[in-house]
């Protein structure tokens, strides 16, 4: 049980390991998109509600 276990973490870790150095470059610029758009959509609720 624990062999399986121990099994699914490497490939977790190196899955995770693979895509963030596939997307480094992105990574960021992915970030700061989505909080730009979450906060332009908070900006529209908070400015219709108000």
Same mark, same amino acid.
Request: charged share 10%; hydrophobic share 50%.
């Given at each position: 049980?624990?062999?399986?276990?121990?099994?699914? #973490?490497?490939?977790?870790? @190196? $899955?995770? %390991?693979?895509?963030? +150095?596939?997307?480094?470059?992105? #990574?960021?610029?992915?970030? @700061? $998109?989505? %909080?730009?758009?979450? +906060?332009?959509?908070?900006?529209?609720?908070?400015?219709?509600?108000?």
């Amino acid at each position: 049980m624990k062999q399986t276990w121990l099994a699914w #973490a490497m490939r977790a870790f @190196i $899955g995770s %390991v693979f895509v963030i +150095c596939l997307f480094g470059p992105y #990574a960021l610029s992915i970030l @700061i $998109g989505c %909080v730009g758009l979450g +906060c332009y959509y908070f900006r529209n609720e908070v400015g219709s509600h108000l």
